[in-house]
């Protein structure tokens, strides 16, 4: 029997944690029916089928779940060998995945890694928005952002941002038709902008806090959407409340665009802390994305 080659190899984990040619394919810069025949060339090479194959989904078979499982690890260790093989170069070089909320991306990520990728060419990004507490060693990425209080155990963590804060927001016009809410149980006689998950599906609780009291209101309302976005400019438009960062309208609030209440029931919480495993050495690109991202006051 030939044996399969590194290639071969690599492409058969990259579609089995993606459970998809298309994406894969795109990834490594083929066809998907190239990538397919590849993966059947391995198939036949081995005398086995890796992969089961439907018109919607691509799932590992129980010889494939075993070959990944066993290949995982040692094509994770040469990609750690590459990268270290890689700091002998005078320029920083390699790839740094990160899996982080759209807002952290927006706010936190990307206005402090902009420069570092001017500055070192030879680092490439990977900021993957996505509201789930993904395993980051699952899930292949090197780091993660999420809320101070979601830090995952056995991780080291970095503050990156400053205490955050929520924000229930509507515009005049809303409240001159609608009574200003004076406790979030006010709420339920409001038309409440929701969101929903885009990974999760289910619908986001607003939570308030005040005197150590804590309270989580499912709302109801017209509308429902999938990005903050989206709920912001329903709210500006007079739909209803919305409930987002502080800081993502704070300048419609400054100019009265936007109207916030409950104020004193959105206190300050922990602010985005990067997170990775304590048991991988961080190679000298992920070391200058720490340095980057790291918040002193």
């Known amino acids: ?47 086995l089928r890796l992969l089961n194959r439907t018109t919607r989904s691509v799932t590992t078979t129980e010889a494939g779940q075993r070959l990944r499982e066993q290949l995982e690890p040692h094509f994770l260790d040469i990609q750690a060998t590459l990268e270290r093989i890689g700091e002998l170069r005078d320029t920083p070089s390699g790839t740094v995945r990160i899996s982080a909320g759209a807002h952290a991306i927006e706010t936190q990520l990307w206005p402090r890694l902009r420069p570092l990728l001017a500055r ?51 515009s005049p016009t809303y409240f001159e038709k609608h009574a200003v809410p004076v406790v979030p149980e006010d709420l339920a006689r409001h038309a409440c902008i929701n969101l929903r998950f885009q990974t999760r599906g289910d619908l986001y609780a607003w939570e308030f806090e005040r005197d150590g009291r804590e309270i989580r209101m499912h709302v109801e309302g017209p509308l429902v959407v999938n990005n903050i976005d989206h709920a912001q400019q329903a709210a500006l438009d007079g739909v209803g409340i919305a409930y987002v960062m502080r800081d993502r309208v704070e300048a419609q609030v400054e100019s009265g665009a936007l109207v916030q209440v409950l104020e004193d029931w959105c206190p300050p919480f922990s602010g985005y802390h990067l997170y990775y495993s304590s048991r991988r050495r961080p190679s000298q690109a992920f070391s200058l994305v720490v340095d980057a991202l790291r918040y002193s006051k």
Do not use: K, W
């Open 1 to 47: 029997m030939a044996h399969p080659a590194y290639q071969e190899l690599a492409a058969f984990l990259l579609v089995s944690r993606e459970g998809n040619f298309t994406r894969a394919a795109a990834q490594l810069g083929v066809t998907p029916s190239a990538l397919s025949h590849a993966i059947r060339g391995l198939e036949e090479r081995l005398g």
């Open 120 to 170: 070192y060419p030879d680092i490439r990004l990977e900021l993957i928005a996505d509201s789930r507490l993904v395993d980051i060693a699952a899930d292949r990425f090197d780091a993660g952002v999420r809320l101070g209080e979601q830090l995952a155990p056995g991780m080291v963590a970095v503050r990156i941002s400053p205490d955050l804060q929520m924000a229930a927001v509507a």
